[in-house]
């Protein structure tokens, strides 16, 4: 009989710890994970440069083949449900070796289809099986990086989804132009490959699964304690199935983080359908004119991530200039939310009412800009926060919730935009979202105000609450976000 290894997680000190890896090697395993997602991410928007072959190729109605767009991401809208359990049984680093090739493989098949019904059926196994590298790279990010600075490397691995989505366009028009849609699907088939190839070498970064390889590879029988993701069929349907339905009654943070992310995200995916329509009826732009339009979402993605960044060391700094006890308060960290919840709504006014043949078309491209600024500033202060607000296991079912209700409205959204600016114009299309938005832009506010009173009352809070910041094992990262 093997002997028993005493130690079934990783000691502060310990050199496998994540947390101790040189930098290089966080560096490289960091990039590996964010290459992953922007990979994902690319290959959903690079479609839409090809969206009106299509529709005339397979003879289908806009809606039709705006579906192939969003199915894509009804397939992703799964990942958080079943990637956790996964990812607690082997690890996260096979997850995204194993599900890459297997999403490439469906890009290809959608790119050689000969049916509409043959490109929907691999436009969704392509997001069923990319979901999971959007889901891993949270998880990934807080087991190699201090949990002082969530807001940081939250900033840094949600700008990968944004500049993927804003490239996939871009890139796409002058494919689909001069080589047609199918082309789309075989760039994003080469840049998955690459990145695949570039990150075989990455690291395990899971702190139970660590000492799960290293026991294997000595020999050495481990027992650790039960997965918080729950063990049997029916504790895993609990934790990430019932408990999220049931917080989004029971707990006002988790319904309000999830009604906010929900509109936001819902909107967010629309402009990949909006912008062409709009720019190319009203100002003439061609595929690849409109494809160009989205830089203006990547400068604002990054500048978004910039200012995260420096809002949240500014924080810290402050904070600890003044010798102030414990970690600093977990409300902190929704003030870039405050900024983007204002400027969200002004930016879908922006947009709706300055495109028009009478206004130079640089003033609704600046609207995404701001509309994108905002989005990922709200994301990237509500995610984090919802990450340590509760106990593990009530962080994971709030994921969950928060981020499969939202990925299935951004793929509602895309499919109804198109009637909506037929019937009621661009201008009163995106200011009925804009007048939704300015009744939501209330919900960050209400967290930020009163967040720590429902999170001391919540029957999810953590044994020990440190100035507003949870007990939560640093690397211990859950995943079930996207």
């Not at 019904?117 to 790279?137: D, E, H, K, Q, T």
């Not at 990430?240 to 029971?250: A, E, F, R, S």
């Not at 003033?363 to 709200?378: D, F, N, R």
């Amino acid at each position: 009989m093997p002997s028993q290894v005493l130690s079934h997680s990783l000691a502060p000190d310990d050199e496998a710890n994540p947390m101790n890896w040189p930098f290089h090697r966080k560096i490289y395993t960091s990039a590996c994970a964010w290459l992953f997602s922007f990979s994902v991410a690319f290959s959903l928007t690079t479609y839409t440069a090809g969206l009106q072959q299509v529709i005339a190729e397979f003879h289908v109605s806009m809606t039709v083949g705006v579906l192939a767009f969003t199915i894509y991401l009804m397939g992703i809208a799964f990942a958080p449900i079943y990637t956790p359990h996964v990812a607690e049984r082997v690890g996260r680093s096979y997850i995204y070796l194993i599900t890459i090739p297997i999403n490439l493989l469906f890009i290809l098949g959608a790119s050689r289809s000969q049916t509409i019904g043959g490109l929907l059926v691999c436009r969704f196994f392509a997001g069923f099986f990319g979901g999971p590298s959007l889901v891993l790279i949270e998880g990934t990010f807080a087991d190699i990086w201090s949990a002082e600075t969530t807001n940081t490397y939250y900033a840094f691995l949600g700008a990968s989804s944004y500049i993927g989505a804003g490239l996939g366009p871009l890139i796409g028009g002058f494919v689909a132009t001069n080589k047609g849609w199918r082309w789309t699907g075989y760039v994003s088939l080469m840049i998955g490959l690459g990145v695949w190839l570039f990150g075989i070498g990455m690291s395990e970064t899971y702190q139970r699964e660590i000492p799960r390889r290293r026991a294997r590879k000595n020999g050495v029988k481990l027992q650790q304690p039960a997965a918080q993701s729950g063990v049997t069929l029916s504790q895993m349907f609990t934790i990430t199935v019932i408990h999220p339905i049931t917080q989004l009654i029971t707990e006002p943070i988790v319904l309000l983080s999830t009604l906010y992310l929900l509109f936001n995200w819902g909107v967010l995916f629309q402009w990949f359908i909006t912008v062409p329509i709009v720019l190319g009826g009203n100002y003439n732009f061609s595929v690849e004119r409109s494809g160009v339009a989205f830089v203006s979402a990547i400068i604002g993605s990054i500048c978004a991530a910039l200012t995260s960044i420096a809002i949240e060391q500014f924080l810290y700094r402050r904070h600890k200039s003044h010798s102030m006890s414990g970690p600093m308060p977990l409300e902190y960290r929704l003030i870039p939310a405050l900024i983007g919840s204002l400027l969200l709504p002004a930016s879908l006014f922006w947009a709706g009412w300055s495109a028009k043949p009478t206004v130079h078309y640089i003033a609704p491209i600046t609207a995404t800009a701001v509309y994108a600024y905002a989005s990922l500033l709200t994301l990237i202060s509500i995610v984090p926060y919802l990450f340590d607000a509760f106990r593990p296991d009530g962080t994971l079912s709030a994921l969950t919730i928060a981020a499969v209700m939202r990925i299935l409205l951004a793929a509602s959204i895309p499919l109804c935009i198109v009637p909506m600016v037929m019937k009621l114009t661009g201008a009163w299309a995106l200011s009925t979202f804009g007048f939704i938005g300015s009744a939501f832009a209330t919900m960050p506010f209400a967290l930020f105000f009163f967040g720590e009173k429902w999170r001391m009352n919540s029957k999810y809070a953590p044994e020990m609450m440190m100035g507003g910041e949870s007990s939560k094992m640093v690397g211990q990262g859950e995943d079930g976000d996207v």
